[in-house]
């Protein structure tokens, strides 16, 4: 049952303008939060190096606030933000795509 809902193409718009609309609160109220998102979903420029994303979960917690919260960029079905990965502090922009969101948290 529970697989019916999260595959129906209308629950999965509703999520999606959810995730942005909230999104866009947040950014609008110059409100630092966090996400929680399936990394299968996320594109990263520049790729990870190997021995940064073999760690990462299935689904990982990132925090934007400071600069990565500064750099959010959003367009219809995704948004951006850079971030740094690892010890190294690997630098690389992060594609999310609304459907991607698993969790929003705000402090």
Do not use: W
């Amino acid at each position: 049952m529970v697989t019916d809902i999260i595959e129906n193409e209308e629950y999965k718009n509703i999520m999606c303008e959810h995730a942005r609309d909230i999104i866009i609160h947040l950014i609008e109220s110059g409100e630092e939060f966090a996400i929680t998102a399936n990394i299968k979903g996320l594109t990263f420029t520049p790729e990870l190096p190997s021995s940064i994303s073999d760690k990462l979960a299935q689904f990982s917690l990132f925090v934007l606030s400071n600069y990565t919260f500064e750099s959010i960029r959003l367009d219809e079905d995704n948004f951006y933000f850079e971030a740094g990965f690892g010890k190294e502090n690997f630098g690389s922009v992060v594609k999310v795509p609304f459907f991607a969101v698993f969790q929003i948290i705000v402090d």
